[in-house]
Structure formats: C-alpha cells, structure tokens
C-alpha cells in the first residue's frame, strides 16, 4: 500500500466549476503538507503549502487537512481553462529530513 | 532570478549506455533534491545534499545509480549500465535549506532507454 493515495483521475469539468481535489495518506508523522501544480513538460511549482490540521486560502484556492482522518483537500473555485494540469499532494514529516512524499497526482483538464 | 536548470532535456540512450544528468540548482540554495517521475508511480525521491554531502540517498534503486555535489552548487546524477526501466522523468529541485523550507523543481530531463 502506498504512504500517499490520490486518485489519477483524469477530471474533467466545464469552467466556472468548483473542482476538488484529495489525498489520503497513512503516516501519521506526516506534519507537512503540500499541493504543487504540474503543466505538461514542466516541472512541478508550488501552490499551497500548510502545517499541521487546518484550512489555508489563497485567491481562488483553498487547503484544507485533516490530520485525525488522515485527509488532505485542494478546492479551486471559478475553475479556469488555464487550471488545466496535473495536482500533486505532497507531504512530510518532522524526521523525515528534507524528503517529500508525493501522491501520483490528479489530471485536471477546465473546458471553456 | 534564474529557477532550477537541468541539462539534457531529453536523453535517448541504448540499454547498457552509462548516462549523466545534470543539475543547477538556485543561486544560494544549499539543499539539493533528485526525483524520478514515472507514469503511474508519481514522484519517488532518490537522494537529497545538503552541500556536497549527501545525508539521505535511501531512494536510489540501485548500486547503478549514484549522484555527486562539488562545490555547494551543480550536480549530476549517474546511471551506469542502463536498462528499460530507468526511462522515466528525472527531476531536480533545491530549496534554500531543509525541514520548512520550499523545495524549487527545475523543468526535468525525460530519459528514454531503448
């Protein structure tokens, strides 16, 4: 079994949806966690970066963690063509050093 | 400034060839990631430096596989005598130092073994 399960989708959802996306993970040292967005042929880049349980915001995207359920969100509202790629959750812990966890990452593709 | 750098951007090499990747990392960063990308598999971590050392390296598959660090900055990741299932997305990322700190992954090189 995997640390880090996400579902591959792909997703597919007309623009101007509400589009979320999840992780579940089995490692409860995990402390911190991370959402990075990855476009075709590119590296991934960070979008969201939270610790510990709790509810993060910036612009159209929201974190959300749930240690106790071991349950990571990404919600992304008013979803734009340009949201089209793949989301990566990704997380460590306190003694793990520097290395993160990844989930396979989910196909997001917007429709105008 | 300039973000993570990685040379080649595609390698096509024949089972058996040894290949090089390299890595720049960002100006001032001191830690230094590699990943491999496949499909299906999501990113796994291979090994990371801090400087030129190398305190975690317990993702690397095999003794084929093996990776250096001069002078706090570039690196480059070995793969001696490769087989088919090394092809794969080989990512780089460097983040200014550890625990906290945000790891910057450059744009990848995607190696193919025929």
């Known amino acids: 079994q995997k640390e880090v399960e996400q579902d591959p989708g792909p997703l597919s959802v007309p623009e101007g949806a509400i589009v979320s996306l999840n992780c579940t993970y089995s490692?409860?040292?995990?402390?911190?966690f991370m959402w990075y967005r990855q476009y075709s042929r590119k590296g991934p880049e960070l979008l969201m970066y939270?610790?510990?349980?709790g509810n993060k915001e910036d612009g159209r995207f929201t974190a959300q963690v749930d240690k106790s359920s071991k349950y990571i969100s990404l919600f992304i509202r008013d979803s734009q063509p340009s949201d089209s790629a793949t989301y990566l959750c990704?997380?460590?812990?306190?003694?793990?050093?520097?290395?993160?966890?990844f989930g396979e990452g989910t196909q997001l593709t917007v429709n105008p | 400034g300039a973000g993570v750098s990685q040379s080649p951007s595609n390698k096509v090499t024949e089972k058996g060839k040894d290949v090089e990747l390299r890595c720049d990392p960002i100006s001032g960063h001191t830690a230094l990631y590699w990943y491999r990308q496949s499909l299906g598999q999501g990113l796994e971590f291979l090994i990371y430096f801090q400087g030129n050392s190398a305190p975690d390296k317990s993702g690397l598959p095999s003794d084929r596989f093996s990776a250096e660090r001069t002078g706090g900055s570039v690196s480059t990741l070995t793969i001696q005598r490769t087989q088919q299932e090394d092809s794969a997305v080989y990512l780089c990322?460097?983040?200014?130092?550890?625990?906290?700190?945000?790891?910057?992954f450059g744009p990848g090189t995607r190696l193919t073994v025929l």
């Open positions: 990322a460097s983040s200014r130092g550890v625990r906290t700190d945000t790891q910057y």
């Open positions: 939270t610790y510990s349980s």
């Open positions: 990704a997380m460590k812990g306190e003694t793990s050093g520097s290395r993160l966890t």
């Open positions: 490692n409860s040292a995990f402390q911190y």
